[in-house]
């Protein structure tokens, strides 16, 4: 380990030897637990017990009457499958019953497999590997630059995980924002799920990246020595100017003879040898009764932060017909509801000047964040922010990079996150930029993502009002902007609402339903208008949430048309506003859908070949309008 020793105090014996204590109390509890529910990961629990035992009990500043309290410091079980083991140390803190720890994973108890919110002592879910440290960036930036506050962050992190990407992402992220706040601890226990992890104990060779990558690391050669760990996590406060990195040489399923170091018990109670293995542990127990070890409260107070009722600074402001694209108004709408709340922030993976998250960025650039070209990461760091309610963040990028990081932002919803995301570019309507930079299939993808809101506005004013009102809607929000300038159809003052559909264009005499988004709202009215030229009155509806759709609007469109509807979208059919419609619908007597969308990989072109060719253009819309009147 590294020399930086500096004003650390050796803990006493008698420490030290609680501090063993509790690490194999631990590892009983999660013996127990696992054997109880039948299923779990007690091996993967067993190799972290010191570390937790060290950071729950002699480092980390928390307040265990406060679970979530602001001021204390954080900690995040990136392997997720080691949930017994947090759920033990929780429990020994004196969070709740020991005898809780039992019902771990049962259909009655908030003790799950893997960790999330549903517990009010944890920040965010883990358990798909390789997300916790993009998420502890997010805490220990918001702690460093937006709240000057003295909390630290800490990761676990097996070593099986460090083989995902994103894990690399955020150590790029944490060592250029140079994140002193945050640990990271590598739980080095040699062992993956189905064979050996593809460094083992080669404890060099992750010093060297991590150096590589601008950290400070400490390599422990006996991650289960607490002396060694303490003073390691002392050795972190002193560093100034990078993240630590602790790299802790372990044994997967240390303490229990006959499994410690061995494979093929990933994931797996111990059954039988569950009674040997406890009685094994305890006799290495000095004192079986209780610890007098209490975590130490944090020395400050935060303040709690109101994130509701934000609105926009002004009305929209944009003459009627006029054209905007809605990347820019998602900008400017960013800035106004900036400007009303000082807990508003901004996420970007280096396109700002195309998002125009970068009209947020030059009024506020303190509370922007560039994530540069990783998006995975910005997903983690942008929940990470947001956790605890300290911070309202929307996260851009093109529409398309955002699939990328689609494991992430499904996490965040089992997070229970209220991050909101814009995707712009979307759809052949970029044009000449080609198939590589079209999203078509982000509606489907935010649309699965359990308890989502998904915008699509159709002209400047109805971004600005989707800004505003997803920085106060719970949840996973998801705004899709264009790159062409689209006609403005909507006053400054037109009021608009979740789930609450717009009629743009309707007679007495209508045949037809018409229905579009974004730049296909703009090809409708043009249909709209070439219909009305030969005697076909037609509805144009403009659904502004996809998700949740307004059924009740479009029904009764539906009625009025005789059942006849069109959809048009610049998206594939699958999961798009086609399918959004035929869904809602679903179940009502004499509607006929017909849908217009992008059917193949498309190709380079302008923008209005491409809406023809692919048949969504306003002659395609008024064909097809012709052939379901046929």
């Not at 500096?6 to 013996?31: F, W």
């Not at 009457?65 to 204390?72: L, V």
């Not at 964040?369 to 983690?380: K, L, S, T, W, Y």
Request: hydrophobic share 40%.
């Amino acid at each position: 380990m590294d020399g930086m020793g500096e004003g650390y105090h050796r803990p006493d014996s008698k420490t030290v030897q609680e501090l063993c204590d509790i690490a194999n109390k631990l590892r009983i509890h999660s013996i127990h637990s696992t054997s109880s529910a039948n299923s779990g990961h007690p091996t993967s629990c067993c190799s972290a017990a010191e570390i937790m035992s060290v950071l729950f009990f002699n480092i980390m500043k928390y307040r265990v009457d406060e679970p979530k309290d602001p001021a204390s410091d954080r900690f995040i079980m990136s392997k997720g499958h080691a949930a017994p083991i947090l759920y033990a140390a929780w429990a020994e803190a004196g969070l709740f019953p020991v005898t809780d720890l039992l019902t771990l994973r049962k259909n009655t108890s908030i003790l799950e497999g893997h960790p999330t919110p549903r517990l009010n002592f944890i920040d965010v879910g883990t358990g798909s590997l390789g997300q916790g440290l993009s998420i502890s960036c997010g805490m220990a930036y918001n702690a460093m630059y937006f709240e000057k506050a003295d909390y630290r962050t800490f990761c676990l992190i097996g070593d099986g995980e460090s083989s995902e990407g994103s894990v690399w992402e955020a150590c790029a992220f944490a060592s250029y924002y140079k994140l002193d706040n945050l640990v990271a601890i590598f739980d080095v226990n040699r062992l993956g799920q189905s064979q050996e992890a593809p460094l083992q104990h080669e404890l060099e060779v992750y010093r060297r990246r991590l150096d590589g990558f601008g950290w400070h690391v400490c390599v422990l050669e006996d991650g289960h020595s607490v002396e060694d760990l303490c003073k390691a996590f002392h050795e972190a406060t002193q560093v100034k100017g990078k993240p630590t990195a602790i790299v802790a040489k372990t044994l997967k399923g240390k303490g229990i003879p006959g499994i410690e170091n061995e494979l093929n018990w990933h994931g797996k109670p111990l059954g039988v040898k569950a009674d040997d293995a406890i009685a094994a542990i305890t006799a290495q127990l000095k004192n079986p009764g209780p610890h007098s070890l209490k975590p130490s409260p944090p020395s400050t107070k935060l303040p709690v932060h109101d994130i509701s009722n934000i609105k926009l600074s002004s009305n929209p402001d944009y003459p009627i017909g006029s054209k905007m694209a809605t990347r820019v108004a998602y900008g400017t709408g960013l800035k106004k509801i900036g400007e009303n709340s000082q807990h508003v922030i901004a996420l970007d993976g280096d396109t700002k000047n195309s998002t125009y998250a970068d009209t947020f960025r030059k009024a506020f650039p303190d509370r922007f964040i560039e994530c540069f070209i990783a998006e995975q990461n910005m997903v983690g760091v942008a929940i990470g922010c947001a956790t605890r309610n300290r911070n309202v963040a929307f996260a851009s990028a093109f529409a398309c990079f955002l699939s990328r990081a689609y494991d992430q932002i499904r996490m965040g919803a089992i997070s229970e996150t209220n991050v909101n995301f814009c995707g712009s570019h979307a759809g052949i309507s970029i044009g000449e930029d080609g198939a590589s930079q079209m999203a078509l299939e982000d509606i489907a993808m935010f649309r699965a993502i359990p308890g989502s809101t998904v915008f699509y506005p159709s002209d400047a004013v109805s971004c600005e009002r989707a800004v505003e009102l997803a920085a106060n809607t719970k949840g996973v929000c998801f705004i899709r902007t264009s790159r062409p300038a689209t006609p403005v159809l909507y006053s400054g003052t037109e009021e608009f609402a979740v789930g609450k559909a717009k009629v743009v264009r309707q007679s007495a005499t209508d045949k037809v339903t018409l229905i579009g988004a974004g730049i296909t709202m703009e090809e409708a009215v043009k249909a709209y208008d070439e219909l009305a030229k030969e005697g076909i009155n037609v509805r144009v509806i403009d659904p502004f949430t996809i998700k949740p759709l307004d059924k009740e609007t479009i029904l009764a469109a539906a009625k009025a048309t005789g059942g006849k509807i069109v959809t048009v979208e610049d998206h594939y059919p699958q999961g798009g506003i086609g399918e959004a419609v035929a869904g809602a619908l679903a179940g009502n007597a004499g509607i006929t859908i017909k849908q217009l969308a992008v059917r193949e990989v498309p190709r380079s072109g302008t923008k209005d070949f491409l809406l023809d060719h692919f048949g969504i253009s306003a002659k395609q819309i008024k064909e097809a309008v012709k052939e379901v009147l046929a």
